[in-house]
C-alpha cells in the first residue's frame, strides 16, 4: 500500500494535486498536466518569461513542450488499479481541516473526534472505535481543533461539570476543592438547560423575523396602491380642469405638482421604513445562524463556552407598521370633482379644501397599535354573544358573555342564524372601529377565538367552521399550541400553551392582531388585510363537556 501511495504521489500534478493527465515534462524535469502548464503560461505572457511552478527554473522564449508518453503509460497503468481515485475520507488535511492525530507523514483529514481519547481520527484511525467494545462509550464528536480547551488546566482532567455558581466548566477535582458546596451539573445537564433558552432565543428571533417579513410586504403593497391611487387621482384631476376653462390650466399644473409631491413624500416614507426592516431583517437572520450553529455543536463544553460570550439580542426600536389602505388620493379627487360645477366658488373659497386632502394623505398612521395591556384597555369593547346564532350544545351564561360546552342539546327556538354543524357562536355586535377584547379558556379542548363577516354560512359542510373560507379569522388555542387560519391555510405561531387571548381589531386599517395576555403582551400573529364588510367576533369549541370560553370584563 505504502508503494502505489507513494507512485500516486510521483506521478501527480504538483498545480492540481491530481494524476497528470496528458503529462508534459520540462526540461527542468518536472512534470504537469498539459492544461494545467498552459494555463499557468498563459498567465505569465504579459511578462513574456515563464518559469517552472515547481523549482521556478525560467525559459525564454515559452517552450514548445511534447507528451511525456511513458508518464502518460505509468498514469494508465495506476488508473487500472482503482486507486486513482481516493475516497472523500482520505483526503489530505489543509490548513483549515483537523488532521488526524495518528497518521504518519501527510496527515489525513479527521472523520471524528473522541472526546474521551481528546484525539481525532481519519476513518482508518477510527475503525477501532467502531469495533472494539473498549471505546463503546467513546463519545465521537464532528472533528474539532479545540479539543483540549476540554482539559482542566489545574488539574489535567476532563472537564465533564459544570458549576453553576461560578458559571465555568470544572472538572471532578475542581468540584470537591475551589467549588466545594457550589451549585454543580454535569456539562450535559447543564447543556440542555441552556439549550431551552436557547431555543427559546431563536423562536423569539424567529418571530421577529416572521413579523418583519409581514410588516416589509405590507409596505410593498401600500407603495403599489398609493402609485396607483396617485396616477388615478392625476388623472381624474386633469380630465376635470379639462373641462374647466383656461385659467384653470394653471390650477390643474398646481394641483398635479402637489400630488407628485406628497406622492415622492409618502412614497419615501414607506421606502425607508422598508429599508429600516430589511437592515433588521439581515441582522436578525445573521444572529439566527449563529444560534443554529451554536445549537449544532456537540461538544457540551465547547457549546458552553460560546454560549456564554454570546451577547444579547438587542431590543428591537421597530414600531409595527400599520397603514390606511383606504386613504390615498381619492379625497383629492373627491374635492376636485364636487368643485367642477363651481368655478368662482372654487377659485376664490376652496382652493385651499383640495390642497388640504393632498397633505392629509398619510399611509403609516401616527397613532400607532398599543404595546401594553393598559393601552389596549383604551379601545375595550364589551362583547355579548348573540343567543340566536349559538349551537344548540352551548349553554350561554354570565350574561351571554360565557359560553360551555353541554352533553345534551339546549333547547333553543329555530334560528335561521343558529349554527347546526359546529359548537360555534357570534356577537349580537358588529365591530367597525377600533376594539379590544379577551377572551379566557377553560378545559382542554380546541378554542377557536375568530371574527367574521355575518353572511358566513351556518350548517352544512365544514365550510362554516371558523378559518376555513375566505370570511373568517381564526386563532386555534390547543393543548400545547397555537394556529392561524384563514382560507383553510394554517400557520403554526407559538409552541406553548395559551390560556386567555387577547384581540385587537383596528377594521379602518385592516389590522387584526391576536396576542398571548399575561404579564406582558406576547403577540401571536398578526393580520394586514382590506376588511370590506362589518366583523363580528366568535368562539368555537370542540366536544369536550365543561369546556367553556368567556369574553372577559375589562377594567
Known amino acids: 500500500m505504502a508503494g502505489v501511495q507513494l507512485q500516486r504521489e510521483t506521478l501527480s500534478c504538483s498545480i492540481c494535486l491530481d494524476l497528470l493527465k496528458g503529462p508534459w515534462t520540462l526540461t527542468c524535469g518536472h512534470s504537469f498536466c498539459m492544461n494545467c502548464i498552459k494555463n499557468h503560461w498563459d498567465t505569465e505572457d504579459v511578462k513574456r518569461i515563464y518559469s517552472c511552478p515547481q523549482c521556478r527554473k525560467i525559459f525564454t522564449p515559452r517552450p514548445i513542450l511534447m507528451k511525456n508518453v511513458m508518464l502518460a503509460d505509468l498514469v494508465e497503468e495506476l488508473k487500472k488499479t482503482r486507486l486513482h481515485a481516493a475516497p472523500a475520507h482520505h483526503c489530505y488535511a489543509g490548513a483549515e481541516d483537523v488532521a488526524c492525530d495518528f497518521c504518519t507523514g501527510r496527515k489525513l483529514k479527521a472523520l471524528k473526534s473522541c472526546l474521551v481519547c481528546l484525539a481525532s481520527y481519519c476513518e482508518e484511525h477510527l475503525q477501532p472505535h467502531h469495533q472494539s467494545p473498549a471505546f463503546k462509550k467513546h463519545r465521537l464528536v464532528e472533528p474539532s481543533k479545540n479539543l483540549q480547551e476540554n482539559i482542566c488546566p489545574r488539574h489535567d482532567k476532563m472537564m465533564d461539570l459544570f458549576c453553576r455558581t461560578d458559571q465555568q466548566c470544572i472538572c471532578s477535582h475542581c468540584s470537591v476543592h475551589e467549588h466545594k458546596d457550589h451549585d454543580t451539573v454535569s456539562a450535559a445537564a447543564e447543556r440542555t438547560h441552556k439549550q431551552r433558552d436557547l431555543d427559546l432565543s431563536r423562536e423569539e428571533v424567529q418571530q421577529r423575523l416572521r413579523d418583519r417579513d409581514r410588516d416589509v410586504k405590507v409596505l410593498q403593497q401600500e407603495r403599489k396602491t398609493l402609485t396607483l391611487s396617485a396616477d388615478k387621482a392625476m388623472k381624474d384631476t386633469d380630465e376635470s380642469f379639462t373641462e374647466m376653462m383656461g385659467l384653470l390650466k394653471i390650477r390643474s399644473s398646481d394641483m398635479k405638482q402637489q400630488i407628485r409631491s406628497k406622492l415622492e413624500t409618502e412614497v419615501r416614507r414607506v421606502t425607508d421604513a ?125 350574561g351571554n358573555r360565557k359560553v360551555t360546552v353541554m352533553i345534551a342539546a339546549v333547547y333553543c327556538p329555530h334560528h335561521t342564524d343558529r349554527f347546526t354543524g359546529y359548537r360555534q357562536v357570534l356577537s349580537e355586535e358588529s365591530l367597525t372601529e377600533r376594539c379590544y377584547w379577551e377572551v379566557e379558556r377553560t378545559g382542554i379542548g380546541g378554542l377557536f377565538v375568530a371574527v367574521t363577516y355575518k353572511n358566513i354560512s351556518r350548517s352544512g359542510s365544514d365550510e362554516c367552521v371558523f378559518g376555513f373560507n375566505d370570511k373568517s379569522w381564526a386563532l386555534v388555542c390547543e393543548q400545547n399550541r397555537c394556529r392561524f387560519v384563514h382560507n383553510r391555510i394554517w400557520t403554526v405561531v407559538s409552541g406553548v400553551t395559551v390560556s386567555r387571548v387577547g384581540v385587537y381589531l383596528d377594521h379602518r386599517a385592516g389590522l387584526l392582531s391576536f396576542y398571548r395576555v399575561s404579564d406582558t403582551m406576547t403577540l401571536l400573529h398578526r393580520v394586514q388585510t382590506t376588511f370590506t364588510q362589518p366583523l363580528y367576533a366568535g368562539v368555537g369549541l370542540n366536544n369536550l363537556l365543561g369546556d367553556t370560553a368567556e369574553f372577559c370584563k375589562l377594567k
Do not use: M
Open 274 to 398: 422598508e429599508k429600516k426592516l430589511q437592515q433588521e431583517i439581515t441582522e436578525l437572520k445573521k444572529r439566527e445562524a449563529e444560534l443554529k450553529q451554536l445549537s449544532l455543536t456537540q461538544d457540551h463544553n465547547q457549546f458552553l463556552l460560546n454560549y456564554r460570550s454570546l451577547s444579547a439580542l438587542s431590543p428591537s426600536t421597530h414600531t409595527s407598521i400599520n397603514v390606511r389602505p383606504l386613504r390615498h388620493f381619492e379625497d383629492v379627487r373627491a374635492a376636485v370633482a364636487e368643485d367642477r360645477d363651481q368655478l368662482q366658488d372654487f377659485l376664490i373659497e376652496t382652493w385651499t379644501d383640495v390642497s388640504l386632502a393632498v397633505a392629509e394623505v398619510d399611509v403609516l398612521l401616527t397613532e400607532p397599535e398599543p404595546k401594553t395591556r393598559a393601552g389596549f384597555f383604551r379601545y375595550s369593547q364589551e362583547i355579548k354573544l348573540d343567543p340566536n346564532t349559538a349551537n344548540t350544545q352551548l349553554l350561554l351564561s354570565e
